[in-house]
């Protein structure tokens, strides 16, 4: 399963952005999608996820200000971000996991976008 981000660049403090993940391949069902970030000379931290019931998660430094959803009919997942800060420059992963399924086999998968770069200037 091939994931593809979009919708990063380059923003104002206090600004908004929205990100999306489309998802590509012979996806039977989705567990969790979720948004990470890794910000540079830092670990990659999650940002925000949702499960296949519609439970979100967020991380403490974006509760508020970042929205997660998703599409089950389009298998895509985007993360609306508000009130921007310098502090969320980062570069912005998505990350999708569930099972993936034709008539004759299936696989779980966990699956990794290339990544999208939000910068936020102060």
């Known amino acids: 399963v091939q994931l593809v981000e979009s919708g990063g660049g380059l923003v104002q403090a206090g600004g908004s952005l929205r990100l999306s993940c489309a998802t590509s391949?012979?996806?039977?069902?989705?567990?969790?999608m979720g948004w990470y970030r890794q910000a540079p000379g830092r670990q990659r931290e999650l940002v925000a996820s949702?499960?296949?019931?519609?439970?979100?998660n967020y991380t403490d430094s974006v509760e508020g200000r970042f929205t997660i959803f998703r599409d089950t009919a389009e298998n895509r997942v985007y993360l609306h971000m508000n009130s921007l800060k310098p502090e969320d420059t980062a570069v912005y992963y998505c990350?999708?996991?569930?099972?993936?399924?034709?008539?004759?086999?299936?696989?779980?998968?966990?699956?990794w976008g290339q990544g999208t770069l939000v910068t936020v200037s102060s």
């Open positions: 391949g012979t996806i039977f069902s989705i567990n969790s």
């Open positions: 990350h999708v996991d569930g099972l993936e399924a034709t008539t004759t086999w299936h696989r779980f998968f966990r699956s």
């Open positions: 949702i499960t296949s019931d519609g439970n979100t």
